[in-house]
């Protein structure tokens, strides 16, 4: 069945650390994938996206890497700040459900120590 | 920065009742999308819709579940009879294309239902 699972519930940093969040997905049709960032009282937030003909992507702080042989997803943020605290979630589109449909991982929660 | 906005924040309601949840999509995305979040658990698709039309829609989506987009600006989600277990957050979400593009989430209405 399709799911997408995030290796640890919490993870714990000092600020200026560099951060990566693991995301396991098990659909091997999925073409499209996502991070979204949820801060308390907020709705997810867009951070970063890759397509599957990619196996790495860069944004500003944040780097998404992909590799389709394991079906692994991590994103990575450089210098940690106080502001990053939040549940991450990794969300993918799985093709055989329709282009439509995004399912999420459980989320992983960041915190950042001053 | 265009955003997805919901209203209200807060529904509190007894079960049995119907409820009517609001969003205003990003003024020019014509993809729409409801999600919800029980406490603690993912946040799952329940429905998407175009062209005034459901496109697709989950197991949880049943027969109590419509959404409509009564004007040009707000998508609506309504609860018929609602449930205890439809206490949840309950997240719109647009886009601008079909297909892999990222979803924008408004910040939720948090729905209790007693």
């Known amino acids: 069945g399709e799911s997408v699972g995030l290796h640890l519930p919490t993870l714990s940093v000092q600020e200026g650390d560099n951060s990566i969040i693991n995301c396991a997905y098990s659909n091997s049709a999925s073409d499209y994938f996502i991070w979204y960032k949820q801060e308390s009282g907020k709705g997810p937030q867009f951070i970063i996206d890759i397509r599957s003909n990619m196996d790495k992507r860069q944004g500003q702080r944040v780097t998404v890497l992909l590799n389709k042989t394991v079906k692994h997803l991590s994103l990575q943020i450089a210098a940690t700040q106080p502001g990053d605290s939040a549940v991450y979630f990794c969300?993918?589109?799985?093709?055989?459900?329709?282009?439509?449909?995004?399912?999420f991982g459980t989320g992983t929660r960041l915190l950042v120590s001053p | 920065e265009p955003e997805v906005t919901q209203t209200p924040s807060h529904q509190v309601t007894q079960m049995g009742q119907e409820v009517i949840l609001r969003c205003v999509p990003i003024?020019?995305?014509?993809?729409f999308y409801w999600y919800r979040q029980i406490l603690g658990q993912k946040v799952e698709f329940l429905v998407s819709?175009?062209?005034?039309?459901?496109?697709?829609k989950s197991e949880i989506f049943d027969d109590q579940f419509s959404v409509e987009r009564p004007d040009g600006s707000n998508f609506t989600l309504k609860i018929r009879s609602t449930k205890l277990e439809d206490s949840a957050m309950y997240f719109c979400a647009s886009s601008d294309k079909w297909g892999n593009q990222p979803q924008h989430f408004g910040d939720g209405t948090r729905l209790s239902i007693l």
């Open positions: 969300a993918e589109f799985p093709m055989n459900t329709g282009f439509q449909k995004l399912v």
């Open positions: 819709f175009y062209n005034n039309e459901i496109s697709e």
């Open positions: 003024s020019n995305h014509l993809y």
